[in-house]
Structure formats: structure tokens, C-alpha cells
T-cell receptor, first 113, second 112 residues
């Protein structure tokens, strides 16, 4: 079982470039999430999707967009990357929005220069 | 005030010792509570859920105190492999960012 798969694992961007982080889960989960993790800041929610067809902003949505392509896939787009977006990004999924375990992808280490 | 607060540590503990950490949460409507473990440069993984009556899984014991709004994790007979960051996680719904709220983590180092 693959669980949650994120691509790419590593990426270096120049300021102003765009990119899309891909995430797919094979557990038939309804809810999916994008987090960023920075030293000393912990995991912060960027966007989430409670179910297929819905997306909502989390704690730090500025500079990002998301698409819940179908039940399996939830992508995160940086339209114009900035150095402040250098971080480790984690995609996660859970059976429902609350009260259930979240499963995480292996993370994407993004550096914006 | 942060929603979920933890002592970042590091806690340096000799192998075989017992170690405990607490976590406080601010939202009294929080519904579910978890401890996750994160190894260096890896993704977080669920360690255990925390139930109102307290629960134990081998060397690990988790407890919830709703009145004081804190949860705790106790590790007995600590092993070198217990070295990791332990994340306190709270779940609630409604009013903004739903789903899971993570503490910043407590870094544990087990020393031989």
C-alpha cells in the first residue's frame, strides 16, 4: 500500500518561478491537507479539502493555490515563488476532517533562491 | 496564545529512564487528541490516540485532563530508538482552519 505519495521530493526554484506539488492517496480518504513545516514553527496548515469538490484556507494560505482534482489527488501550486516559501511541505489525508488519524506523505523539500 | 503548546526541549534522558511531557490546548471545544512521532527529516506518524479514560500501549501511556486542558505522554524504560520529536495534536471542527492542529513538538534524545 503506497499510502500518501508526494512529488517531487526535492525542488529548487528561482524567485518568481511557479510550480505545482502533487499529492495522491490510495486509502479512499475524504479529507486531504497541505502543511508546511519550518524550524521553530511546527506544522502549519496551508489549505485543506474536507471532501472532493471543496477546498478551504488554513492558517497560512497566502501565495498558494490548491486543486482537489478528484478524491485521490490534491495539488498545491506556487504561482510566483518567494524565498519565504522555502520550507518542507507535507501532504496528508484522513478518512474525515476530524477525530481520525492523518497519514502523511514523505514531504517535499523546497528551496527558493 | 497558541492553540497547542509544548515544551520544545530537548529532553536529554538516559536509556532505561522514564520521561514524561505535557501539552496544553486552548480550545475547550477540542474533540480528539493524539500524539504523533516525527523522526529527523521524516514525516509525522501517529503514535497513539488519547482517550478520556487514558490509554496505554506497551511502554507508552497517554492521559487527557479536560478540566485543565492538557494531555500527557509517559514513556517508560526508554530506548535509543525513542529519540524523536513528539507532536501533540488536537482536533476540532468549526470556525476557521478545521482538522488537526499541531504543537511545535518536544525533542527527545535518549542517551546510551
Amino acid at each position: 500500500n503506497a499510502g500518501v505519495t508526494q512529488t517531487p521530493k526535492f525542488q529548487v526554484l528561482k524567485t518568481g518561478q511557479s510550480m505545482t506539488l502533487q499529492c495522491a492517496q490510495d486509502m479512499n480518504h475524504n479529507s486531504m491537507y497541505w502543511y508546511r513545516q519550518d524550524p521553530g514553527m511546527g506544522l502549519r496548515l496551508i489549505y485543506y479539502s474536507a471532501s472532493e469538490g471543496t477546498t478551504d484556507k488554513g492558517e497560512v494560505p497566502n501565495g498558494y493555490n490548491v486543486s482537489r482534482l478528484n478524491k485521490r489527488e490534491f495539488s498545491l501550486r506556487l504561482e510566483s515563488a518567494a524565498p519565504s516559501q522555502t520550507s518542507v511541505y507535507f501532504c496528508a489525508s484522513s478518512e474525515k476532517l476530524t477525530s481520525t488519524e492523518a497519514f502523511f506523505g514523505q514531504g517535499t523539500r523546497l528551496t527558493v533562491v | 496564545r497558541k492553540e497547542v503548546e509544548q515544551d520544545p526541549g530537548p529532553f536529554n534522558v538516559p536509556e532505561g529512564a522514564t520521561v514524561a511531557f505535557n501539552c496544553t490546548y486552548s480550545n475547550s471545544a477540542s474533540q480528539s487528541f493524539f500524539w504523533y512521532r516525527q523522526d529527523c527529516r521524516k514525516e509525522p506518524k501517529l503514535l497513539m490516540s488519547v482517550y478520556s479514560s487514558g490509554n496505554e500501549d506497551g511502554r507508552f501511556t497517554a492521559q487527557l485532563n479536560r478540566a485543565s486542558q492538557y494531555i500527557s505522554l509517559l514513556i517508560r524504560d526508554s530506548k535509543l530508538s525513542d529519540s524523536a520529536t513528539y507532536l501533540c495534536v488536537v482536533s476540532h471542527s468549526g470556525g476557521g482552519a478545521d482538522g488537526l492542529t499541531f504543537g511545535k513538538g518536544t525533542h527527545l534524545i535518549i542517551q546510551p
